[in-house]
């Protein structure tokens, strides 16, 4: 099932079922977060007109579509690509990070970009980068919930940009406290699909899609998404070691990775400067200008993210 949130005047819009081709929608007659609140019942609803949008659909604007969830209750994103990790830690002279749970922050959520707005930022100084990512939404997840019981949480999948401000990231990292500054609103692409929908691309709680990024229409990377040392399941499960998670909870998968990157390329900019400090002593690719374009895709069901950044 492929789902999507169009324009209606309010903050949440609603909540729209999408045709396998993107090409035809039928209304919900509720907003995506109140599908997610009482997806028990609403679930059998909401696969009926799955199968009647074919043929009773009307003709969908993808530009009027905002973020599937335009805002959320949670937004956890994790760092669950050992490649980019151990890139940076590298290029830095860090040491590894010593220990054995996954790592994961708490970032921005009371809004989402849509796939083609504009990208509104404060300063070119600021280091501007993006990180394509794929992301889960929860149902309700209990205190406690283990990564075999968390499976049956997830409710939707989508692809994402987390946008990075890198010249404050390290500022705000020495203080301890996460990062504020530096992670502004995140982009998602249009449609949300449900994991049965990727068929054999979902499996162990990962994408198995190759995420192609472009930069200002060349080719930057097309990592796959299943090479992750946790899948999201267990992501999910340690984030609710110790409360609970609410319906619309989003948790990413940190920058999209794979060990063979001479071949692949990366999902982020910094991780591309990180391998030029290595072979070569020092960054060669500079961040991101305005008016500069970032395009992701990651097969046709999740639609394009295509975005220009732009002064703030």
Known sequence: MRLATREDGSRDGMLVVVSRDGMRALPAGVSMQAALDDWTRLEPILRGLAGRVNEEGEVLDVSALQAPLPRAWQWLDGSAFPTHGALMQKAFNLPP?????????????????????????????????????????????PMGCTADEALAHIRLVMLLNDWSLRAIAPIEMKTGFGWIQAKPACSVAPFAVTPDALGSAWSEGRVGLPLTVEVNGRWFGHPVGDQMAYGFHELIAHAARTRNLPAGTIIGSGTVSNADHARVGSTCLSERRAIEMIEGGAPRTPFLSFGDRVTMRAGPLFGTLDQRVVAG
Do not use: C, K
């Open 97 to 141: 990070i010593e220990t054995d749970r996954p790592l994961m922050y708490q970032g921005l959520s009371h809004h989402f970009l849509s796939a083609t707005e504009d990208v509104p930022l404060p300063s070119e100084a600021d280091g501007i980068d993006f990180e394509g990512e794929f992301a889960v939404v929860t149902g309700d997840v």
